[in-house]
C-alpha cells in the first residue's frame, strides 16, 4: 500500500528538548514537505526538499532543522530554539510531475510540558 | 500578508443544498489552484484542482470555478452530504513557485 506514514502521532517535549517526528514515504515522490497547522492558520510551510541531499527554508523554518539523506524519508526536528513548539505537524510529498498534488501523512500533535 | 484568503472560517449547509466555498488571492503569477479537504486530525486530501487556462472544473459532485480578473474562485459541492463536513483549504501555486501557498481554511458542517 503507498503511502506517507508520520509518527508518533502525538509527541511531547519537555523545556529546553530537541524532538524529531519522523515522515516516510513509499511513493517513489521526489519532492516532501513539511507543515506546521496552528487554529485559524492553515498550513504554514516550515522546510522543503526536492531532491535527496537538498532542502530549502520555507516561510516559517526558525527553531527546526530537517535532513534529506534517503528519498523515502525526510525527518523534521523541532529545536529548543523553537518556542512556541505545540501544534499539528503535517508532512507532505509530491511528484515531479505534478509538484501542486500533495500527499499529506496523518499528522503528528507535538505538546510541550 | 495572506496571498490565499478564504475569509468565511466556517459554513454550514443542508443536507442536500448547494455549500460553496470562496477564495480570494493576490498574487497574479498564480496559475494553478487546488483544493484539499482535511478532516479533524488527520492529513488533508486532495480534492480538485483547476488551471488558469480554464475557468471551471467538474468532479462528480465537485465543481471549482476560476475567475481570474477578480482573482476569485469558489468550490461549490451539489447535493452537500454530512460526510463533507470538513476543513476546506484553498491553495494555488505559480511556475515560478516551487511550493503552494495554502489559505487558512474554511469549516464546513452539512446538517442531516
Known amino acids: 500500500d503507498g503511502g506517507i506514514t508520520q509518527s508518533p502521532k502525538y509527541l511531547f517535549r519537555k523545556e529546553g528538548q530537541n524532538v524529531t517526528l519522523s515522515c516516510e514515504q513509499n511513493l517513489n515522490h521526489d519532492a516532501m514537505y513539511w507543515y506546521r497547522q496552528d487554529p485559524g492558520q492553515g498550513l504554514r510551510l516550515i522546510y522543503y526538499s526536492q531532491i535527496v541531499n537538498d532542502f530549502q527554508k520555507g516561510d516559517i523554518a526558525e527553531g527546526y532543522s530537517v535532513s534529506r539523506e534517503k528519498k523515502e524519508s525526510f525527518p523534521l526536528t523541532v529545536t529548543s530554539a523553537q518556542k512556541n513548539p505545540t501544534a499539528f505537524y503535517l508532512c507532505a510529498s509530491s511528484s515531479q510531475a505534478v509538484q501542486e498534488t500533495q500527499y499529506f501523512g496523518p499528522g503528528t500533535r507535538l505538546l510541550v510540558l | 500578508d495572506q496571498q490565499v484568503k478564504q475569509n468565511s472560517p466556517s459554513l454550514s449547509v443542508q443536507e442536500g443544498r448547494i455549500s460553496i466555498l470562496n477564495c480570494d488571492y493576490t498574487n497574479s503569477m498564480f496559475d494553478y489552484f487546488l483544493w484539499y479537504k482535511k478532516y479533524p486530525a488527520e492529513g488533508p486530501t486532495f480534492l480538485i484542482s483547476?488551471?488558469?487556462?480554464?475557468d471551471k472544473n467538474e468532479d462528480g459532485r465537485f465543481t471549482v470555478f476560476l475567475n481570474k480578473s477578480a482573482k476569485h474562485l469558489s468550490l461549490h459541492i451539489v447535493p452537500s452530504q454530512p460526510g463533507d463536513s470538513a476543513v476546506y483549504f484553498c491553495?494555488?501555486?505559480?511556475?515560478?513557485?516551487?511550493?503552494?501557498?495554502f489559505g487558512p481554511g474554511t469549516s464546513l458542517s452539512v446538517i442531516p
Open positions: 483547476i488551471s488558469s487556462i480554464k
Open positions: 491553495a494555488a501555486s505559480g511556475t515560478s513557485y516551487d511550493k503552494v501557498i
